[in-house]
């Protein structure tokens, strides 16, 4: 996941690349968990976006903006579930691992959403497992290095 030293892209091959060269590690939260432990979360990981699973599958997002509105909205955030708050499945903007980074990069442009969840399908559980995540902050990493 995501080298921290920055190494040359090729600006030739940009539009080709696969999107799992560049993804980031996505954090992931049970529905169970609580809209505090969203915010705890959110802090000490570092994290803009949280990715709730129900099982093993995606199954929501949480932004900051969400845990604004129910730190605002006077919400019980000790006892009342993340899941109340989250966008929710089929809602789910998502690109799976073989997607290139240009089209992951249209849908986060487009949809103007601060990253994107990166999944594989699971034949066994019917559903998306996450694998990582692609954010703006990933994707001005790979303008920096093309320029580098
Ligand atoms: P913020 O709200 O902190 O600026 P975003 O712009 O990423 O962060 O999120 C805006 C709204 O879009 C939030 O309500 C969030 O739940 C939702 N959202 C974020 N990412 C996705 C996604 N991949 N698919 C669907 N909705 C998303």
Redesign the pocket.
């Known amino acids: 996941l995501n080298p921290q030293k920055p190494k040359k892209i090729d600006s030739s091959s940009l539009k080709n690349l696969n999107v799992t060269e560049f993804i980031g590690e996505a954090l992931v939260l049970s529905e169970k968990a609580t809209i505090h432990d969203g915010i705890v979360e959110i802090f000490t990981r570092d994290s ?2 949280i990715y709730i699973t129900n099982g093993d599958l995606l199954s929501g ?6 845990l604004l509105k129910a730190a605002i909205g006077g919400m019980d955030l000790t006892s009342l579930p993340i899941s109340l708050i ?2 929710r499945m089929p ?4 690109c799976t691992t073989d997607a290139t980074l240009f089209e992951a990069a249209e849908i986060i442009v487009k ?7 990166v999944v594989e399908y699971s034949n066994e559980l019917k559903g998306y497992k996450i694998v990582g995540k692609i954010s703006k902050t990933d994707l001005s990493r790979v303008l920096f290095e093309t320029l580098l």
Request: proline share 5%.
């Open positions: 803009g976006t997002v949480v932004s900051r903006k969400d989250m966008s809602n789910i903007h998502f949809k103007e959403i601060d990253s994107l969840p």
